[in-house]
């Protein structure tokens, strides 16, 4: 069996959900062929160049425009141009997927799965198409055309009631979870990886992803490393500014400033995020389905920081109405609300035992097993 996975780099989420059921086909299933690619770039590099460095540059700089266009294009002529571009982009993707002839199409993208539906409806392709949203409310971009797709997975039961009602026949939707890599659910060597980053067993240890990846970290991630340093000396944290020098310095030189290297330790890029949270207690980072996903499946509390608005807002909202998470929001005292959560024991049992409810650990594992059994 040939399967073909499409993604886009708007965001890392898309290319993390597509790499997690890459992994998950290549251990339970070592027959099966699998081709994987960025289906904006292979249509034209100008084009993927031109338009994910413009998300970045407004996501960053201009987020709310962002959450404009994001919310404008569930309907009216944002919707309607996406959809007419895509069908102009389907033609070019039609020669890969002949040179592929894929059986099963996983698409991680609503672009990818809107030139899909489109090469089926006029029968150019007829292969087994699978839907997979990356976030935790639905959006109207993923179900263009959707009596052409095959399969829906989605994060949550909210999500899958929302796609009923949308028209989507029951039977075609599993709630089974965003896929993450299976590597969240190893059983870690707690004392070991303590050892390895200078951290103490007996201290309450917070993971803080700065959100530095893309550059869309924003000014007040320096003010949370302030109050971390200067307060909370009985609590650890593992900051991750990720692919960003600018933060990794300037994290460097507060914690100097503080004396705090021994409570407070600073990362750049590290693949060792499962390691991380397996000995983490809280987690604060910003929304992305991934990040919340792999959180959850490690039954870490999360403190909400920095959505952009759309997409993360809207995660946002869901996670704080299922009392998964704590939303630190533009007015709110940073100090004040970190106090009352972080030295709230009760607080943290019962967001714990509620990341439960909606922890999907094996989704990669099972989705995989859906679409291929």
Same mark, same amino acid.
């Given at each position: 069996?040939?399967?073909?996975?499409?993604?886009?780099?708007?965001? &890392? &989420? +898309?290319?993390?959900?597509?790499?997690?059921?890459?992994?998950?086909?290549? #251990?339970?299933?070592?027959?099966?062929?699998?081709?994987?690619?960025?289906?904006?770039?292979?249509?034209?590099?100008?084009?993927?160049?031109?338009?994910?460095?413009?998300?970045?540059?407004?996501?960053?700089?201009?987020?709310?425009?962002?959450?404009?266009?994001?919310?404008?294009?569930?309907? &009216?002529?944002?919707?309607?141009?996406?959809?007419?571009? #895509?069908?102009?982009?389907?033609?070019?993707?039609?020669?890969?997927?002949?040179?592929?002839?894929?059986?099963?199409?996983? *698409?991680?993208?609503?672009?990818?799965?809107?030139?899909?539906?489109?090469? =089926?409806? +006029?029968?150019?392709?007829?292969?087994?198409?699978? #839907?997979?949203?990356?976030?935790?409310?639905? +959006?109207?971009?993923?179900?263009?055309?959707?009596?052409?797709?095959?399969?829906?997975?989605?994060?949550?039961?909210?999500?899958?009631?929302?796609?009923?009602?949308?028209?989507?026949?029951?039977?075609?939707?599993?709630?089974?979870?965003?896929?993450?890599?299976?590597?969240? *659910? +190893?059983?870690?060597?707690?004392?070991?990886?303590?050892?390895?980053?200078?951290?103490?067993?007996?201290?309450?240890?917070?993971?803080?992803?700065?959100?530095?990846?893309?550059?869309?970290?924003?000014?007040?991630?320096?003010?949370?490393?302030?109050?971390?340093?200067?307060?909370?000396?009985?609590?650890?944290?593992?900051?991750?500014?990720?692919?960003?020098?600018?933060?990794?310095?300037?994290?460097?030189?507060?914690?100097?400033?503080?004396?705090?290297?021994?409570?407070?330790?600073?990362?750049?890029?590290?693949?060792?995020?499962?390691?991380?949270?397996?000995?983490?207690?809280?987690?604060?980072?910003?929304?992305?389905?991934?990040?919340? *996903?792999?959180?959850?499946?490690?039954?870490?509390?999360?403190?909400?920081? #920095?959505?952009?608005?759309?997409?993360?807002?809207?995660?946002?909202?869901?996670?704080?109405?299922?009392?998964?998470?704590?939303?630190?929001?533009?007015?709110?005292?940073?100090?004040?609300?970190?106090?009352?959560?972080?030295?709230?024991?009760?607080?943290? =049992?019962?967001?714990?035992?509620?990341?439960?409810?909606?922890?999907?650990?094996?989704?990669?594992?099972?989705?995989?097993?859906?679409?291929?059994?």
């Amino acid at each position: 069996m040939k399967t073909l996975i499409l993604y886009a780099t708007y965001g &890392g &989420g +898309h290319i993390s959900t597509a790499n997690a059921v890459k992994e998950a086909l290549e #251990n339970d299933y070592p027959d099966v062929q699998i081709e994987m690619i960025d289906c904006i770039e292979y249509i034209n590099k100008v084009i993927n160049k031109i338009t994910t460095s413009a998300y970045s540059e407004m996501a960053k700089k201009v987020p709310k425009m962002w959450g404009r266009i994001y919310k404008g294009s569930r309907k &009216g002529i944002v919707a309607s141009f996406s959809k007419n571009s #895509n069908k102009l982009l389907a033609r070019k993707l039609y020669k890969f997927i002949q040179s592929i002839d894929p059986d099963v199409i996983i *698409s991680t993208h609503p672009f990818a799965t809107q030139m899909c539906t489109y090469l =089926k409806k +006029h029968n150019k392709i007829n292969v087994k198409l699978a #839907n997979i949203l990356t976030d935790f409310k639905m +959006h109207e971009q993923w179900l263009v055309r959707y009596d052409y797709v095959d399969l829906f997975f989605v994060s949550n039961e909210e999500m899958k009631k929302e796609l009923i009602i949308y028209g989507i026949p029951e039977e075609k939707i599993f709630a089974e979870g965003i896929p993450i890599s299976s590597k969240i *659910s +190893h059983k870690y060597d707690k004392e070991k990886i303590l050892k390895e980053f200078e951290l103490k067993e007996n201290k309450k240890t917070m993971l803080f992803f700065a959100g530095g990846g893309l550059g869309l970290a924003r000014k007040n991630i320096f003010e949370f490393m302030k109050i971390f340093a200067e307060n909370f000396k009985d609590v650890q944290i593992i900051a991750i500014s990720g692919k960003n020098p600018k933060i990794y310095e300037s994290f460097k030189e507060i914690v100097s400033q503080y004396n705090a290297e021994e409570r407070i330790k600073v990362l750049e890029f590290t693949d060792k995020v499962p390691e991380l949270m397996s000995i983490s207690d809280i987690v604060i980072t910003k929304p992305g389905g991934v990040t919340v *996903s792999e959180s959850l499946a490690a039954n870490l509390p999360i403190i909400v920081i #920095n959505p952009i608005p759309g997409q993360e807002e809207e995660n946002a909202e869901f996670l704080e109405k299922n009392e998964i998470a704590i939303w630190i929001k533009k007015d709110d005292n940073i100090k004040e609300v970190l106090e009352e959560i972080i030295n709230n024991d009760e607080k943290l =049992k019962t967001l714990k035992e509620n990341t439960k409810k909606f922890a999907k650990p094996n989704s990669s594992k099972n989705i995989c097993k859906i679409i291929l059994e």
